[in-house]
């Protein structure tokens, strides 16, 4: 997987991929420059920041039916979360701005024939229809919450809002139809050419005599309508069950690669779990569209069981983390280098009298690999009343267990628990021994959490982890050799991996006993031109994302902190890092791809 047009998705002919070819230095800097040789050839895009050709469609067909000339519209799952973002918006943008927003609610009409078949899945759109001036405060809220809807969902929607399917809600509530136990067939009125994930050039998914998704030049599923694709490829009788797999997992709890039934598992699984917390359950792990999403809700659940406090952001984080801190309650205090002495200073404020929601931080950190510490971190939060959040989508639960310090844990699914790149996913643990547990079990009882992560996403999610412990071991060994090529080489500066770094022994505190040091490394040149050189030629697929089955290569200070790179370079991350997301392939020959790559950067000299 190495062969990648500029703008091309990865992986290659993927309707729902996650990543995007960017594949030279200067294509990066083009698509952070909005040029047009660069984003008018994107075929798709980091979700998040790049909206998906099919939201984009529906919310074309939206604005044609509903909304004024040249506005636009941002799609999310429900009224609440629609609302929400109106009240963002409000707070940020001009009061002309915000005065011009609007909301459009649809849901199934239940009085069509065979409803049952479709309510299963509740299917139902809330858009925000916006002004030209409005779409970047709308956009913000869509990027940094992650709480938008997922492409397959409005694909689906899409296809019932062309046939009438869906409505206007008028408010009135209406008894909806039993939920059918079976998979159902939907009429052949309902039928439009889609696929589930693939590309109308790319044979759609069948299965073969074992029951295993394959390709094959079958036509006619291309054309069938999308709730019988999920009645034959991704049976949504299994949606729940697929839910529990996926927690389950998450949880480090034995059920892991089996194949799923109809019936629920054994609570005493649970009993037995990586976590080392017996009395952890299924229900104390809820699942988000995306890793975003389950970071931004911690954050929601923390203030509506907390207060109106500021947060603490103790690290350098990902880029949308420390936004949802800064733009959504009262602020954040900000510790970029996650030192020791930046424990000293929080303990001073603390002792002061001053006192904070919670205490944010991932583990390693992004992209320099930094691992705070985690046992001071809980002395400090026992003993002065505050949570604390700790993001473990770089470390992977299965090579370190940071549940027992955190009050929640939240993970991006999207990453190497998936490793397809073909689907977005986030999930968040309230630890049952937190003193904030009860408290937040009642926020999310009472409302406060909405389970919007679309079926199909779930059944993708769940077939994708299967193996995702099988293949942990493979990324941890190919990354620590990848590691030792690139710390001989002259040219290199710098080579940030949890197993080397200062922080080491904090990582160490937390590392399982079968754990590894993770897949994810960040390199910096002595020389901007060695950079551009080893970028530019080294063979694997370059883009966004990580935790990807295949390698993936990325300038990613450029694409996370473009507007900020004085700011980043402040706090030690250099604007001519290269992150590298090891993958699964051949060690002899991955290595030989970074050994190929270097010599290319020395023959710049």
Known sequence: MTDFDLGASIPPHTAHAVSVSLPTWKSNIGYEEGEDWVVGRMSTGYPRFFIHRSIQAFAADIVARFGPKDSKAFLFPTRQIAERCLTFVKAHAPP???????????????????????ATLSPAISAVLCSQEGFPF???????????????????CHAL????????????????PPMSPKPCRGPRRYQRTSSVDTTKATPSPKRNPNGDLTTGPDIQETSRFLEERFGRNLDVSFFQPAKSAIKRRIAGALRSDRELTASPPPEHEMESNSRGIVNLKEEDIYLFPCGMSAIFNSHRALLGVRGNMKSVNFGFPYVDTFKILQKFGPGAVFYGHAAES?????????????????????????????????????????RYDFAVVVDETIGTFANVNVLPFADIVASSLTKIFSGDCNVMGGSAIFNPNSRYYAALKEWARTGGYEDT???????????????????????????EAICDVLRESP???????????????????????????????????HRHEHAVAFYDTVQTAKGPSLGTNFTLTSP???????QELDWAEGFGVERDLIRISVGLEEPRHIVNVFKT?????EEMA
Not at 497 to 525: H, M, Q, R, W
Not at 597 to 601: F, G, I, M, V
Request: one cysteine or more; a negative charge; proline letters at 5%.
């Open 96 to 118: 002309t701005v915000a005065a011009s927003l609007d909301i459009v609610h649809l849901v199934l009409d239940t009085t069509a024939s065979n409803p049952e078949a479709l």
């Open 138 to 156: 709308v956009k913000q809220f869509w990027q940094h919450t992650g709480d938008g809807v997922s492409s397959r969902r409005a694909e689906f």
């Open 161 to 176: 809002f062309k046939d009438g399917l869906l409505r206007l809600d008028d408010g009135i509530t209406e008894t909806p």
């Open 342 to 382: 930046d424990l000293d200073d929080l303990e001073k404020r603390l002792e002061g009298g001053e006192r904070f929601l919670a205490l944010f931080c991932e583990f390693p950190g992004n992209p320099l690999l930094t691992c705070p510490n985690l046992r001071r971190i809980r002395q400090l939060a026992d």
């Open 453 to 479: 992560y679309w079926p199909e996403d779930v059944m993708f999610m769940e077939r994708n982890s299967r193996d995702f412990a099988s293949r942990i071991d493979r990324i941890n060994a190919n990354a």
């Open 491 to 525: 040219l290199v500066k710098s080579v940030f991996y949890p197993k080397f770094n200062e922080s080491a022994v904090n990582y160490e505190a937390c590392k399982l006993p079968g754990g590894g040091y993770g897949g994810l490394l960040s390199v910096v040149f």
């Open 556 to 562: 990613y200070v450029l694409l996370a902190h473009y």
């Open 597 to 601: 790559a270097l010599k290319a950067a």
